[in-house]
DNA sequence: TTGTATTATCGTAAATTTACGATATACGAT
DNA sequence: ATCGTATATCGTAAATTTACGATAATACAA
């Protein structure tokens, strides 16, 4: 990427494409999945699960993080994250909103 | 990324993680927008709306149709391109599983 | 047939992502 | 105070993405 171009584009715009792009990954949507269902989790056991590295795992919760999908804190040897509800319910809204009555009634395309 | 490890993922995830790859970059957002305001739209639009380079937004389209979420045929010096209703709402019901119903009530996170 | 206009592709440079091992950090237990 | 465990960060290599100019390719018009 030569030169960020984001400032060409509308902020909110950024804002969600940073959003999706946290999605953009199996191993996160794994790890969203694994926090949906336990209602809290620690790193460790998400390392199991994956077929990752602890430190890729580290990565990748870090991403989550910084596009603010996940929260949580790290007491020392023991780390708690869980999904950021209000995150998630903005995106919820941004997708309904882009995809919400999709109807292509152009006939030109197969 | 060294040694694509989406074999270690359920098929599921990846083709899902990749759809929202195409959504992941504010380009491609205004992209969609604008296929989805105007029923019809031809490339050479979309390059005049977005500040970017014909190549680029060329690709951008590339990715987006790959990705399964456009659909369009080049006729020559014309294309037409339209959203690909199914796939949308194919990741409308995806995030509808994901983020349908967010409560995160573990109490140990901020 | 020769332009003309429009889109796609190629080649390439800069930036980012992904992955890992190694190392640091921080807490709890002994 | 030290050890052990668990998580984060650092450094780094390979792959991918993004962007562009230059160049092809394709259909229509003259």
């Not at 584009?9 to 969600?16: E, Y």
């Not at 794994?30 to 077929?51: F, K, N």
Request: with cysteine; aromatic share 4%.
């Amino acid at each position: 990427m030569p030169i960020a171009k984001t400032d060409a584009f509308g902020r909110a715009d950024v804002a969600l494409a940073a959003q999706f792009k946290a999605l953009a990954h199996p191993a996160r949507l794994a790890i969203l999945r694994t926090l949906a269902e336990r209602s809290t989790c620690i790193c460790g056991d998400l390392v199991e699960v994956l077929p990752l590295a602890q430190a890729t795992v580290s990565q990748h919760l870090r991403a989550l993080k910084e596009a603010g999908l996940i929260q949580g804190e790290t007491d020392g040897p023991r780390s708690c994250y869980c999904l950021n509800a209000d995150t998630l319910r903005t995106m919820h809204k941004a997708v309904e909103a882009l995809f919400g009555d999709v109807d292509c009634s152009c006939g030109c395309c197969g």
